[in-house]
């Protein structure tokens, strides 16, 4: 589990890093954090042109999260 603890942790300091939040969905009632489905598949461009690595990273991070009224799936259904 620590593992896995670490993992998240690089990827929130990765978001934060390059300014990549708008790509992060949190449930307003549990918190939970996960990429928004909708997320293309180039999301940041610098000189480098490297924008289709940030998605695949964020991809890589986190799991996908969708939300129905700011809602996971699983709070929206209860």
């Known amino acids: 589990m ?3 603890d ?4 690089k990827g ?4 934060r890093q390059y300014r ?3 790509w992060i969905n949190q449930c307003l009632n549990c918190q939970a954090r996960g990429y928004n489905p909708d997320m293309p598949t ?7 042109g490297r924008g289709s690595f940030c998605a695949k990273y964020i ?6 999260l ?4 700011g809602l996971c799936e699983m709070c ?3």
Do not use: W
């Not at 670490?6 to 942790?9: E, P």
């Not at 991809?59 to 996908?64: A, E, G, I, V």
């Not at 969708?66 to 009224?69: C, S």
């Open 59 to 64: 991809r890589h991070q986190f799991k996908p």
């Open 6 to 9: 670490r993992s998240s942790n």
């Open 76 to 78: 929206y259904r209860r």
């Open 42 to 48: 180039e999301v940041a461009q610098n000189k480098y």
């Open 66 to 69: 969708p939300l129905e009224d």
């Open 12 to 15: 929130e300091r990765y978001v």
């Open 2 to 4: 620590k593992h896995r």
């Open 20 to 22: 990549l939040e708008k």
